[in-house]
């Protein structure tokens, strides 16, 4: 796989064992892959670097995460934002998808169920290149 195809994917989340099961999962399957478990150290990130996919926790200490969608909509409008919540409600839901998000998944979630989602959302980036 050559860099231009290689995609990147930030993730945050405030639980360790999410980022822990996630980031290996994602290499495996080829993806550049950053974690933060503190929203701020997140979107000073995002400042920095455009990532192709951002998958984030909503309820976290600090910036939450529709408040990091929303920024990273703004920063990075091409970027696809997969949000993973163990809060699911179809409010949150709507809320996120008014927003932008490409996709919502309720906590727990099974590893294959994210990957999936990330390929699609990948998909949609090569489609709208």
């Known amino acids: 796989m050559t860099d231009q195809t290689q995609k990147t994917i930030l993730i945050l989340d405030d639980e360790e064992i999410v ?12 993806y550049l892959v950053e974690t933060f478990s ?5 979107f000073d990130r995002v400042m920095e670097k455009n990532f192709d996919i951002v998958i984030t926790d909503l309820k976290m200490d600090g910036l939450d995460g529709m408040q990091f969608l929303t920024l990273v909509k703004e920063q990075s409008p091409m970027t ?3 949000v993973i919540t163990g809060f699911a409600t179809m409010e949150t ?15 727990p979630f099974k590893l294959a169920e994210i990957i999936e989602t990330v390929k699609k959302a990948e998909a949609k980036l090569d489609q709208d290149a």
Do not use: T, W
């Open 19 to 30: 980022l822990k099961r996630l980031k290996p999962a994602l290499e495996k399957n080829g």
């Open 93 to 107: 839901a709507k809320s996120s998808f008014q927003k932008g998000v490409f996709d919502f998944l309720a906590k």
């Open 80 to 82: 696809e934002v997969i």
């Open 38 to 42: 503190r929203s701020q150290e997140a």
